[in-house]
């Protein structure tokens, strides 16, 4: 069992930057990052797994920087260059598995969500 406390949100202007937080509770082998915004699937972000590999939406690359402390079980979304259409609910999530996947409906534990608000 696992599970997920998340961090970080907030408003931020167009540009500026923020840094989301998660801390798993048990063992996880792989963590994410997802969003979804009003009347939107939610959408794959980033995710990391043994040790430093990463792999980043699209949307996110360059701009966004995912990373993981081993010892405090606890994953980290930097995102810089922020944009209006990355407004969104972010949550962390965190599988059993040791496949990487990017599709929401593969993960067994969420976050509870932060709101990040990106402002012209």
């Known amino acids: 069992q696992v599970q997920l406390v998340e961090s970080g949100g907030g408003l931020v202007q167009a540009g500026g930057s923020l840094r989301l937080s998660c801390t798993a509770s048990?063992?996880?082998?792989?963590m994410a990052w997802f969003r979804q915004a009003p009347e939107k699937e939610r959408e794959f972000v980033a995710t990391t797994w043994s040790g430093t590999n990463t792999l980043y939406a699209d949307s996110v690359k360059g701009r966004f920087t995912i990373s993981r402390d081993n010892a405090k079980n606890t994953v980290y979304l930097q995102m810089n260059s922020l944009k209006t259409e990355d407004t969104a609910v972010y949550y962390c999530a965190a599988s059993t598995s040791t496949l990487i996947i990017t599709t929401a409906n593969h993960y067994d534990y969420w976050g509870q969500g932060t709101q990040v608000t990106v402002s012209s």
């Open positions: 048990g063992r996880a082998f792989n």
